[in-house]
């Protein structure tokens, strides 16, 4: 493994104390700022430290009259173009916005439930590779190769072969591609396992499984191709074990990276950088030894956390409350949905001076 993967001692600073000690070093409260600009009219949101410094935009994806997000219990992703894709947990399906935050489309209303979503390139054709709660009266937690316009490409349900004895036992929640073309599968609201399939959804194998010891996952949430270091691995937001781990792409389990984090989400990569969705009202920037080094949007309001009934309109503008989907472009800004009923997203854009 890399030198990055052999930095065990700062590991082991998370487990004995360390996210409490950076978190003294720059208190909770103080990241996160209100601040007045010029105009005395307007005023600028900030949160974050040091080089991980956002503010954030003010209005970015606002939608029609009409048009409503669901819970945003879902992802974002990027094209090549630079559009950003947000799913949300209604027929209106997925939202594809402008750099800018204008509403150009939606896509996908025959999916209205797309709980992860990955963007690829494959021969010169771009795909996300998503997974889906809800779709047709027919078809719910199945993954969907689909192209960018939403038209279905692959499907993949539950295996026969994997064992299962009952419907509600396949309840996927990521899927990733591999560096072969093949695809990883993370069964989190079910059993816990990583199955992984061939390119044309041949099943292959599964791995790991329900469990807090070292190697099992209690919710395997979120999974990214983490390409930081000398090696692909898999890396998943093991969420209510509070911890990231890795796999190499044979299934074995390699390590875990980070502990006692606010039941993870979702991962995006900028860089030897990794930002961290937290269900409990954060998100988190990782260095490539996968220790802090920002806090975004830390909501000191216990109350707020992972709180699906909650109005979003209380939450605090640089705040968030259930930071579920997260992804990090390529100028560092970050998009983060936030799960309730009536939906939430923000860009946070990056401050370079």
Known sequence: MSEGMQSQSRRMFL?????????SAVPMH???TVQKDALPSRMTHMTGNGEWTYEVASGWGALPTGTKFGGTHGAIAQDNAGNLYVSTQSETGVLVYAPDGRLIKTIAQAFPEVHSMVHAEEGGVEYFYTTVQKGTPRENWIFIKMKTDGTPVLKI??????????PNQWRITAAVPGTDGSIFVANGYGDSRIFHFDGKGNYLRSYSGKGSEPGSLDCSHGLTLDVRYGQPLLLVCDRENRRLCHFDLDGKYVDTVTQHLRRP?????HGDYAVVSELEGRVTILDRDNVPVAFLGDNPDKKQWANYDLDPNTIGAAEFSAAH???????ANIYVSDWNRTGRVMKLSRRTG
């Open 15 to 23: 487990a004995t104390g360390g996210i409490a000690a950076l978190g």
């Open 30 to 32: 103080a990241m996160t």
């Open 157 to 166: 349900t539950a295996p026969g072969e994997a064992g299962f004895k009952s």
């Open 265 to 269: 989400c979702q991962i995006s990569l």
């Open 325 to 331: 989907g997260c992804f990090v472009d390529r100028e």
